[in-house]
């Protein structure tokens, strides 16, 4: 048992509803009580879908517990059937479902349905959503895809964007433009508006590129194993995992066609001398593992960032993120329990934080600004334009992402000139942000700050001049200057301690 | 004077009514959480389930409520399944570290889940225990928010009704007033009674539990929500005796409800009518504004929570709508026969759902405004079909005279915004 507030997963069926949903000609019959329709709004509202997820829930009740839950399982999966006439259905059981064993794959197959029946073995009560989105893939690819001849031409599929997914709308379309600039064309993308008969097709294609390893690994690995697909590696997420991505399929295919860069303005953007401000923020990374790994490469090489610290909610991901986490020298925070997350950011006190709508919370309640570059999602993380994270234009999209939250350049050294501007200080927050900038009021007096390690203190001229210091670098001052006095032996922080500090560390 | 008339083709209280039984569009009782851990100041919300549970409550609140909610879940594990742990005592453990965490806790609420339900962890027994761990400081009750055996808003029943055995006895007369509302409009609602010299008046779910509700044979109570059965049920067997009434919902169900609550306590007239009468013009002035675009519209209610029947009542006989359907998850006589009596005959009435065949009718019937939930809503909206989402019905303050005006304009919003929108070319 353990003790959870919010959770970056939900259950394993939401996964498989998130595969259920992307598709079409599919339908989910779902062994589940009444109340697990509450998934149906992640769709209809988080992604404001159109049409009700292609979901039959069994709703079952107590009084049925004792009598037969397992003829209203065969009702549903008929009534289904008969109603919506799907190409194939999935079936398994939701966590109170799996629980009463009534064993919906056993009972479909009974029913001598004529379409493909894919039974689904999701786990509740060991693993998550992502599991559920991968296995559910993996299974339907397993029972739908068909040994045949390969394309004329040279030939992908693009596997892994589901319903739900971070903009994956938008990265299949880059994707195919990317390729298709190569001389590559898009035989199937599965499963995102896939229909059975399209994951028949499958094995058509010379070669399949893994968009999201988190949804899509396991039936790559599949299409690997079973019909000799290889599949790529990198994910482009920035400008160079997408440069290593296009030499990566060269290698695989021999194709030789370059994409166009002439729309690529993000290196531009990030050498231009209003970019300096953002040499060496201290950057926290936290999200699915494919975009940590994809963001640490972005903020370290091509956005100038100092990585502080990285992690992943996705055990799935833990050796690979270990393993970067390594290369970069930092801790690599590993979990699903968001308090933890809370207690590394505010430990580390970093400058800004590259995270989750989860991460954006705890750095509003930090005062830490915080872009998002990963799911969890919110209805923000639909937008109505179009904005990619793989490829070239995904790179511009990120560059204007991560910048976004930040107080701009020129207004940073404003704000430090001007501190003690009773409207231009730096409670205000960035200017481009909406919100009333609040009047400075007067200074309290000054109490001996509380320190953060138990053996420095801060005496008041020194806390008086942190004060000073904007706040988007304070805690960093606060903490350098910690660090040098332990370093130093001192158990005092005076105000010269504060400026040598300041001048050890100056870069 | 004032009473309402009931309608001339005669109410809805013995029509006949469309039983269904199939898939269900609701969420479970535990979403009556996000609400009820703001009401109860004191109060923490821990529920024993799953994955599921916690990721339900995560998307219901929608916007998470990130300074430290007072709730959470104690999530099972493969081991807690196989036996390999006591359940109890990992409850326990659970329960221990929150406690020392969140001194400021008066009051925990065990709340049951369908996977606890199913395996049959006896809440009530470790409720128990844990009230004698943790009293006096903190008091430790159970109820069931599952879905196997509640819908939605009833949720919060469960939640009060398992508050009413600890309730402190007594043989005062006072009046109850029983349903979690939003501060404001509680405060309106008990100063309009305190004003026709009603008293004492005590409240369930207080605010917190030094309050001082009590409950013996000489307890009057008035519901302020309709779906409060089991709670209705408890208190009369506690002695208790209910005032029937319409729901104060609108200008004339909150003279009727007052009405009915001042017959009871004798106060005159001409008091009634003095407190009554300026906001209920103000009301009215509202209502008439805020339901102009509502004239002569029809309306479909799917079933969500509870709500529906005195809501239908309002909207067809102060907004001037027609209503075709009004689905309830359940239908008690008891609460909502005196709203069905004013409720003009016309409309199917149905209990229960099978969602697939209630969308065919209402596809049928292609009503002006379909009030569902959020499952639904965008699905009907892109097949032309205008919407309400019915959650808002419970999560925004609509109750008594000064927010009837808000609560037409829950239902006239999304038709005007449908008309002010124009995105075709000018020509």
């Given at each position: 048992m353990k003790l959870t507030v919010w959770t970056y997963e939900g259950p394993p069926h939401v996964g498989a509803m998130r595969v259920a949903t992307a598709m079409k000609g599919l339908h989910y019959v779902l062994h589940a009580p009444q109340?697990?329709?509450?998934?149906?709004l992640l769709f209809t509202m988080i992604e404001r879908r159109n049409h009700r997820p292609p979901v039959s829930y069994t709703t079952f009740q107590a009084r049925d517990l004792g009598a037969d839950t397992a003829t209203l399982f065969k009702a549903s999966c008929q009534d289904a059937v008969d109603r919506f006439d799907p190409q194939a259905i999935i079936v398994g059981a939701s966590c109170t479902a799996e629980l009463i064993q009534d064993d919906p794959a056993g009972l479909a197959e009974t029913m001598g349905l004529s379409i493909p029946v894919i039974p689904l073995e999701l786990p509740s009560y060991s693993r998550k959503e992502n599991f559920g989105a991968d296995e559910t893939f993996y299974q339907i690819v397993k029972s739908l895809a068909k040994p045949q001849e390969r394309t004329a031409r040279v030939t992908c599929n693009i596997l892994g964007p589901t319903?739900?997914?971070?903009?994956a709308r938008d990265d299949v379309e880059e994707l195919t433009g990317l390729l298709s600039d190569m001389g590559i064309d898009v035989n199937v993308v599965a499963?995102?508006?896939?229909?059975p008969s399209d994951i028949a097709r499958l094995?058509?294609?010379?070669f399949n590129v893994l968009l999201s390893p988190e949804t899509g690994e396991a039936a790559a690995r599949f299409l690997e194993k079973n019909h000799g697909q290889p599949y790529t590696k990198?994910?482009?997420?920035?400008v160079g995992a997408t440069r290593d991505f296009i030499a990566e399929v060269a290698e695989i295919t021999g194709v030789t066609g370059r994409p166009d860069?002439?729309?690529?303005?993000m290196p531009w953007w990030s050498r231009s001398?209003?970019?300096?401000?953002?040499?060496?923020k201290r950057v926290f990374i936290f999200g699915d593992g494919t975009h940590v790994a994809a963001h640490a490469r972005i903020a370290r090489d091509e956005m100038g960032f100092e990585v502080v610290g990285i992690g992943c909610?996705?055990?799935?991901m833990a050796r690979p993120i270990r393993a970067l986490a390594k290369e970069y020298g930092v801790a690599a925070l590993i979990t699903d329990d968001y308090l933890e997350v809370e207690a590394a950011i505010e430990k580390l006190s970093p400058e800004m934080i590259l995270g989750t709508q989860m991460e954006r919370h705890i750095g509003k309640r930090l005062g830490i600004p915080c872009a998002v570059i990963s799911a969890?999602?919110?209805?923000?993380?639909?937008?109505?334009?179009?904005?990619?994270?793989?490829?070239f234009e995904g790179a511009n999209v990120i560059f204007d992402t991560l910048i976004h939250p930040l107080v701009m350049g020129l207004e940073e050294h404003l704000l430090t000139m001007f501190r003690d501007d009773f409207e231009f200080h730096?409670?205000?927050?960035?200017?481009?942000?909406g919100g009333k900038a609040k009047a400075k009021t007067e200074d309290a007096p000054v109490v001996p700050a509380q320190p953060t390690d138990d053996n420095v203190i801060w005496l008041s001229d020194a806390e008086k001049e942190l004060k000073k210091i904007p706040f988007f670098v304070r805690g960093k001052a606060r903490r350098n200057t910690e660090t040098f006095a332990l370093e130093k032996g001192l158990h005092e922080i005076s105000l010269d301690t504060l400026y040598e500090a300041k001048a050890h560390y100056a870069r | 004077m004032n009473v309402p008339l009931p309608p001339t083709n005669g109410g809805c209280r013995t029509a006949p009514v469309l039983k269904e039984r199939g898939q269900r569009e609701v969420f479970c009782g535990l979403t009556g959480i996000i609400w009820l851990h703001r009401k109860m100041q004191d109060a923490f919300f821990l529920v024993v389930g799953s994955r599921t549970c916690a990721h339900l409550l995560q998307s219901a609140a929608g916007?998470?409520?990130?300074?430290?909610?007072r709730f959470g879940t104690a999530i099972l594990e493969e081991q807690d399944l196989a036996g390999m742990a006591d359940a109890h005592k990992e409850l326990d453990r659970e329960v221990e570290r929150l406690l020392s965490r969140r001194p400021d806790i008066r009051q925990l609420f065990l709340v049951g889940s369908c996977p606890s339900e199913v395996i049959k962890i006896d809440l009530a027994r470790a409720a128990e225990r844990l009230s004698q761990v943790h009293a006096p400081h903190v008091r430790v009750l159970n109820y069931s928010g599952s879905g196997i055996e509640t819908t939605f808003t009833e949720g919060e029943d469960a939640c009060l009704a398992s508050m009413v055995p600890v309730l402190k006895d007594t043989t005062a007369r006072e009046l109850l007033v029983v349903g979690a509302l939003p501060d404001v409009v509680e405060d309106q609602m008990v100063s309009l009674l305190t004003d026709m010299g009603i008293g004492p008046i005590r409240l369930?779910?207080?605010?917190?539990?030094?309050?001082?509700t009590a409950v013996g044979k000489n307890t009057v109570f008035a519901l302020t929500?309709?779906?409060?059965g089991d709670t209705h049920a408890a208190l009369e067997r506690r002695g208790a005796r209910h005032i029937a009434a319409?729901?104060?919902?609108?200008d004339e169900g909150t003279t009727a409800w007052l009405r009915a609550v001042a017959a009871e306590f004798g106060v005159s007239e001409e008091t009634f009518e003095s407190v009554t009468a300026a906001p209920r013009a103000r009301a009215r002035k509202a209502i008439a504004q805020a339901a102009e675009g509502l004239r002569g519209k029809s309306v479909f209610f799917f079933p969500d929570s509870q709500l529906e029947i005195p809501l239908a009542r309002f909207l067809t006989r102060e907004c001037g709508m027609t209503a075709v359907e009004v689905g309830s998850p359940y239908i008690h006589d008891a609460l909502h026969g005196p709203d069905l009596d004013l409720l003009p005959a016309g409309p199917q009435i149905s209990e229960g759902q099978d969602v697939d065949k209630q969308l065919e009718r209402a596809r049928a019937a292609r009503p002006d405004l379909t009030v569902c939930g959020l499952g639904l809503a965008n699905p009907l909206e892109a097949e032309g079909l205008s919407t309400k989402w019915a959650i808002e019905l419970v999560f925004t303050?609509?109750?008594?005279?000064?927010?009837a005006g808000d609560l037409a304009g829950l239902f006239s919003r999304p038709l005007r915004r449908k008309a002010v929108l124009q995105m075709e070319a000018a020509e």
């Open positions: 109340g697990d329709t509450y998934a149906d319903a739900l997914g971070f903009r499963p995102l508006n896939a229909t094995p058509a294609a010379h990198v994910v482009p997420i920035g860069e002439s729309r690529l303005r001398v209003d970019s300096t401000y953002l040499t060496g909610y996705n055990r799935e969890p999602v919110h209805v923000q993380d639909f937008p109505a334009r179009y904005s990619p994270q793989v490829g730096d409670d205000a927050g960035p200017s481009h942000h | 916007v998470m409520i990130f300074a430290e909610p369930l779910p207080a605010r917190r539990i030094d309050d001082t929500q309709p779906f409060l319409p729901f104060p919902f609108g303050p609509v109750h008594f005279y000064e927010q």
